[in-house]
């Protein structure tokens, strides 16, 4: 079964990380129209290639989203663009099934000259790039005095000259800046992302990697996810779940918590007791992830990812449904997320105890909030789901950690100097 489909793909990503900062965003999708026009109007790639690129200079800038400067615009793109190149990079290498492009990224914010390094093909992009984003930036700031012959002074140190030329006739061919400002870009950046074709794998990694774009805001979010997923599969097997079903409630599993991007860090973060009015904002992300998922993820999975904070008893959130109301794969989840919450430290509480863990889930299966199937499943494979959550959490976690702790040492060796 196809669980999303390839330009679904690409939408899905753009509106969970507008949920961070729109802004930023929006100016991915003006940068990758600029720079799929100037690759159409050189010629020689397929479509399936320009889509390709098109999603690549989309995303450009999410390494900024690591940064703590995210509304400076000038600041992490001018002043300081290495630490945000930097992990968008390694996101790129380590998490995308594009990570041959990776490069492209490392380099977009480095002069012309400098680009050696570079494959000839990469070097081409990795220069249009670069002029794109510096054309949106600029045209956006100066409005209709904007002239982009202003990079003419600029060319053969930070400007491509093949690539100025390109845009100068990319311009004159499509009218790419009139049709940016009147906003009509959006249907031909739209078609283009149609000619996407990634395999079933691809869009498995990708849903993966917007997992771990959680941890821009808290590496918490990252360990709950993985370990609620590690949890939800192994009790999916032992109560005789479907291969389907089991499928439908891997990628439920893996992003329930994506509406918590658009939670602000000084919620999710608060080391108190959260205000009615915080709490609310909590709750809104059950809402948000539907939003997001509704019409690019499969319904099945949809609804297990809307359900995930309900209780058997009714008591849950946000529709109050009861045990009769919700499926199997819905009650697991529910149990699994909340497994995987008390295993994690918060600011405010250390991480349960295995005994005092349990005596809570026995007390609130009891009370009737989780399915008491479930939960004796839980119990009577309690050692080996624990075994295979440690080993699982600590085989995908590896990379995080390691890009983290890559950041780190590029960012540590920029502030010596």
Same mark, same amino acid.
């Given at each position: 079964? +196809?669980? =999303?489909?390839?330009?679904?793909?690409?939408?899905?990503?753009?509106?969970?990380?507008?949920? =961070?900062? &729109?802004?930023?965003?929006?100016? $991915?999708?003006?940068?990758?129209?600029?720079?799929?026009?100037?690759?159409?109007?050189?010629?020689?790639?397929?479509?399936?290639?320009?889509?390709?690129?098109? /999603?690549?200079?989309?995303?450009?800038?999410?390494?900024?989203?690591?940064?703590?400067?995210?509304?400076?615009?000038?600041?992490?793109?001018?002043?300081?663009?290495?630490?945000?190149?930097?992990?968008?990079?390694?996101?790129?290498?380590?998490?995308?099934?594009?990570?041959?492009?990776?490069? %492209?990224?490392?380099?977009?914010?480095?002069?012309?000259? @400098?680009?050696?390094?570079?494959?000839?093909?990469?070097?081409?992009?990795?220069?249009?790039?670069?002029?794109?984003?510096?054309?949106? =930036?600029?045209?956006?700031?100066?409005?209709?005095?904007?002239?982009?012959?202003?990079?003419?002074? @600029?060319?053969?140190?930070? =400007?491509?000259?093949?690539?100025?030329?390109?845009?100068? +006739?990319?311009?004159?061919?499509?009218?790419?800046?009139?049709?940016?400002?009147?906003? +009509?870009?959006?249907?031909? !950046?739209?078609?283009?992302?149609?000619?996407?074709?990634?395999?079933?794998?691809?869009?498995?990694?990708?849903?993966?990697?917007?997992?771990?774009?959680?941890?821009?805001?808290?590496?918490?979010?990252?360990?709950?996810?993985?370990? $609620?997923?590690?949890?939800?599969?192994?009790?999916?097997?032992?109560?005789?779940?479907?291969?389907?079903? &089991?499928?439908?409630?891997?990628? $439920?599993?893996? %992003?329930?918590?994506?509406?918590? /991007?658009?939670?602000?860090?000084?919620?999710?973060?608060?080391?108190?007791?959260?205000?009615?009015?915080?709490?609310?904002?909590?709750?809104?992300?059950?809402? !948000?992830?539907?939003?997001?998922?509704?019409?690019?993820?499969?319904?099945?999975?949809?609804?297990?990812?809307?359900?995930?904070?309900?209780?058997?008893? $009714?008591?849950?959130?946000? &529709?109050?449904?009861?045990?009769?109301?919700?499926?199997?794969? @819905?009650?697991?989840?529910?149990?699994?997320?909340?497994?995987?919450?008390?295993?994690?430290?918060?600011?405010? &509480?250390?991480?349960?105890?295995?005994?005092?863990?349990?005596?809570?889930?026995?007390?609130?299966?009891?009370?009737?909030?989780?399915?008491?199937?479930?939960?004796?499943?839980?119990?009577?494979?309690?050692?080996?789901?624990?075994?295979?959550?440690?080993?699982?959490?600590?085989?995908?976690?590896?990379?995080?950690?390691?890009?983290?702790?890559?950041?780190?040492?590029?960012?540590?060796? !920029?502030?010596?100097?």
């Amino acid at each position: 079964m +196809e669980y =999303i489909h390839s330009r679904d793909i690409f939408l899905l990503m753009r509106d969970a990380l507008k949920m =961070i900062d &729109r802004r930023l965003m929006d100016h $991915g999708s003006r940068v990758a129209y600029y720079l799929y026009k100037m690759l159409e109007c050189k010629g020689g790639y397929e479509k399936f290639e320009l889509a390709d690129f098109a /999603l690549l200079a989309s995303l450009h800038d999410i390494g900024a989203y690591k940064t703590d400067n995210l509304k400076e615009t000038i600041q992490y793109e001018f002043k300081e663009p290495m630490p945000h190149v930097t992990y968008g990079y390694l996101v790129f290498k380590h998490l995308s099934p594009l990570h041959d492009l990776a490069p %492209i990224i490392l380099y977009h914010h480095t002069d012309y000259s @400098q680009m050696e390094a570079l494959s000839e093909e990469h070097k081409v992009i990795a220069a249009a790039l670069s002029l794109a984003e510096k054309i949106d =930036i600029f045209s956006i700031a100066l409005g209709e005095k904007f002239d982009v012959n202003m990079f003419q002074k @600029q060319v053969g140190t930070v =400007i491509s000259k093949e690539a100025l030329e390109l845009f100068l +006739e990319t311009e004159e061919k499509y009218e790419v800046l009139s049709k940016v400002r009147s906003g +009509e870009y959006k249907e031909e !950046l739209d078609d283009i992302i149609g000619y996407m074709i990634f395999t079933n794998e691809d869009k498995k990694r990708f849903v993966e990697m917007l997992v771990y774009c959680q941890g821009f805001k808290s590496e918490t979010a990252v360990v709950n996810a993985v370990v $609620g997923m590690c949890i939800a599969e192994v009790i999916g097997e032992k109560t005789g779940l479907t291969e389907l079903e &089991r499928e439908q409630l891997y990628y $439920g599993a893996l %992003i329930h918590d994506i509406g918590m /991007l658009a939670v602000p860090k000084e919620v999710t973060n608060a080391n108190r007791k959260l205000s009615d009015e915080e709490y609310r904002k909590i709750k809104m992300h059950v809402h !948000l992830a539907e939003r997001v998922l509704k019409n690019r993820m499969a319904d099945e999975v949809v609804e297990i990812v809307a359900a995930h904070h309900e209780r058997c008893d $009714g008591s849950g959130y946000p &529709r109050g449904l009861r045990s009769v109301q919700m499926n199997m794969n @819905q009650q697991i989840l529910q149990l699994a997320d909340s497994l995987a919450a008390l295993m994690g430290s918060r600011a405010y &509480r250390p991480a349960y105890k295995s005994a005092e863990l349990q005596a809570l889930i026995r007390k609130e299966t009891s009370a009737g909030k989780y399915n008491k199937v479930i939960v004796r499943v839980f119990f009577e494979h309690y050692d080996e789901i624990m075994d295979y959550v440690r080993a699982r959490a600590n085989e995908v976690m590896s990379t995080y950690k390691k890009m983290n702790q890559q950041y780190k040492m590029v960012s540590d060796k !920029l502030k010596e100097h």
